[in-house]
């Protein structure tokens, strides 16, 4: 199928960031072709997308998320991390379905989707199946994974590791799903299971995604424990290289961030879930983007941030840096749309996350002709400061429609909402 986009304001996010107007030409799943006036006589376009006074973006890259934890957006407000975690999520995840779980994740996909994220990059242990029919369902790109915690649950790096393979086995030839190796936590995974998942995640050729580092307390801990910061602690197992995506990692030194610069491994930054749960620390994006390291950009489940608008979790990750720093200028402005695109597809490695010849056809269109959209005295400004969900018109991933004129194509989202009234 070719679709042809007209008249867009296209940021490209291209080796030079150009900002062009004109069409882009999608012919099945890839990009052909970006220019002024396109020959559409010559493409013969199956569908022409009259994007007039929009902005074409690269899909924005969700990097860390626990997309059905929506179905518990709203429980153990004004707990800190443990104790939401022991006191209300665990045991509330205990109660959840099949059918929970799946509904969970049609309504976060399509909150993703209406975000204008086209992949996401996810980690569940409670019924992650049902994570990946959902996602299917939906038409959205994602890394998914079992994720694995032993210590809690008084199970086996074995077992762990069986059912971790298991799924890979499950879902790894799907045109837009890649299985990744998760552990939860160096808090709740021993070392002999942090050390299978990343063997099993180098022999099958995969992302290994872990939290770190999110606490005071756990630093604490593992200083206590092997005598070792977290991310040395992690160093030291061999588990850092530029497969490795490490959602939070806010409480380092500056010993951790040259290491982590080094490795060329992926740090996400997930700023929203971080100040609701009150773990006090702000991820030192500056120095680990001054250090060479892949910053990317999460929202973290519904659960800890309530919401799962990617558009927020970019403006506060840049406010953050400027305030924590002292300094306005502390890491450019472009940067942050980097952290959400470009660095996003080169850390789950997708061919995607600009506008670009052969790129996979994953594209979002915002409206700039709303109020918190004008003046467009600069472009770039707009998105990572103004825009919203509610600009977001449409979004096509691998060449196909998944919202068309704020209309979801592939999920009746009143029906989704039905199962949690």
Same mark, same amino acid.
């Given at each position: 199928?070719?679709?042809?986009?007209?008249?867009?304001?296209?940021?490209?996010?291209?080796?030079?960031?150009?900002?062009?107007?004109?069409?882009?030409?999608?012919?099945?799943?890839?990009?052909?072709?970006?220019?002024?006036?396109?020959?559409?006589?010559?493409?013969?376009?199956?569908?022409v997308?009259d994007?007039?006074?929009?902005?074409?973006?690269?899909?924005?890259?969700?990097?860390?998320?626990?997309?059905?934890?929506?179905?518990?957006?709203?429980?153990?407000?004004?707990?800190?991390?443990?104790?939401?975690?022991?006191?209300?999520?665990?045991?509330?995840?205990?109660?959840?379905?099949?059918?929970?779980?799946?509904?969970?994740?049609?309504?976060?996909?399509?909150?993703?989707?209406?975000?204008?994220?086209?992949?996401?990059?996810?980690?569940?242990?409670?019924?992650?199946d049902?994570?990946?029919?959902?996602?299917?369902?939906?038409?959205?790109?994602? @890394?998914?994974?079992?994720?694995?915690?032993?210590?809690?649950?008084?199970t086996?790096?074995?077992?762990?590791?069986?059912?971790?393979?298991?799924?890979?086995?499950?879902?790894?030839?799907?045109?837009?799903?890649?299985?990744?190796?998760?552990c939860?936590?160096?808090?709740?995974?021993?070392?002999?299971?942090?050390?299978?998942?990343?063997?099993l995640?180098?022999r099958?050729?995969?992302?290994?995604?872990?939290?770190?580092?999110?606490?005071?307390?756990?630093?604490?801990?593992?200083?206590?424990?092997?005598?070792?910061?977290?991310?040395?602690?992690?160093?030291?197992?061999?588990?850092?290289?530029?497969?490795?995506?490490?959602?939070?990692?806010?409480w380092?030194?500056?010993?951790?961030?040259?290491?982590?610069?080094?490795?060329?491994?992926?740090?996400?930054?997930?700023?929203?879930?971080?100040?609701?749960?009150?773990?006090?620390?702000?991820?030192?994006?500056?120095?680990?983007?001054?250090q060479?390291?892949?910053?990317?950009?999460? @929202?973290?489940?519904?659960?800890?941030n309530?919401?799962?608008?990617?558009?927020?979790s970019?403006?506060?990750?840049?406010?953050?840096?400027?305030?924590?720093?002292?300094k306005?200028?502390?890491?450019?402005?472009?940067?942050?749309?980097?952290?959400?695109?470009?660095?996003?597809?080169?850390?789950?490695?997708?061919?995607?996350?600009?506008?670009?010849?052969?790129?996979?056809?994953?594209?979002?269109?915002?409206?700039?002709?709303?109020?918190?959209?004008?003046?467009?005295h600069?472009?770039?400004?707009n998105?990572?400061?103004?825009?919203?969900?509610?600009?977001?018109?449409?979004?096509?991933?691998?060449?196909?429609?998944?919202m068309?004129?704020?209309?979801?194509?592939?999920?009746?989202?009143?029906?989704?909402?039905?199962?949690?009234?």
């Amino acid at each position: 199928m070719s679709i042809l986009i007209k008249s867009a304001t296209v940021v490209t996010q291209n080796s030079n960031r150009e900002i062009l107007e004109g069409d882009i030409l999608i012919n099945g799943n890839k990009i052909e072709a970006i220019g002024k006036n396109l020959n559409i006589q010559d493409a013969k376009p199956e569908t022409v997308l009259d994007a007039s006074g929009k902005i074409a973006i690269p899909g924005l890259i969700n990097a860390h998320t626990h997309v059905a934890m929506t179905a518990l957006r709203g429980l153990g407000e004004d707990l800190p991390l443990q104790r939401w975690l022991k006191e209300k999520i665990w045991p509330a995840e205990k109660k959840l379905t099949a059918k929970d779980v799946y509904h969970g994740a049609l309504l976060g996909i399509a909150e993703l989707i209406r975000s204008g994220v086209t992949t996401f990059n996810d980690m569940y242990f409670i019924f992650p199946d049902e994570v990946a029919k959902a996602t299917e369902k939906t038409g959205l790109r994602a @890394t998914l994974s079992h994720v694995m915690l032993d210590l809690p649950f008084k199970t086996s790096p074995e077992k762990e590791s069986k059912k971790a393979q298991s799924f890979i086995g499950r879902w790894r030839d799907k045109p837009l799903l890649t299985p990744s190796v998760s552990c939860h936590g160096i808090y709740t995974c021993s070392e002999e299971l942090l050390i299978a998942a990343k063997e099993l995640a180098n022999r099958e050729k995969l992302k290994f995604h872990i939290h770190v580092s999110e606490t005071r307390k756990e630093i604490f801990d593992c200083l206590e424990k092997t005598k070792k910061y977290p991310l040395e602690y992690l160093d030291s197992l061999g588990l850092l290289d530029e497969n490795t995506i490490l959602a939070h990692a806010s409480w380092v030194t500056k010993r951790e961030i040259a290491i982590i610069g080094k490795k060329k491994a992926t740090i996400v930054n997930c700023p929203i879930s971080n100040l609701k749960l009150a773990t006090g620390g702000i991820c030192p994006v500056c120095e680990y983007y001054a250090q060479g390291a892949n910053v990317c950009i999460g @929202t973290d489940g519904a659960a800890s941030n309530n919401s799962l608008n990617m558009f927020e979790s970019i403006k506060l990750s840049s406010l953050l840096q400027k305030h924590h720093y002292w300094k306005a200028d502390a890491v450019p402005t472009q940067a942050f749309l980097d952290f959400a695109t470009i660095n996003g597809a080169k850390a789950l490695g997708i061919n995607a996350g600009s506008i670009e010849r052969g790129k996979l056809a994953d594209i979002v269109l915002l409206d700039t002709k709303m109020p918190n959209m004008q003046p467009l005295h600069n472009v770039i400004s707009n998105l990572v400061y103004a825009a919203g969900p509610q600009n977001v018109t449409d979004v096509m991933v691998n060449g196909k429609m998944l919202m068309q004129n704020r209309k979801i194509l592939t999920v009746e989202e009143e029906e989704i909402a039905k199962h949690f009234s």
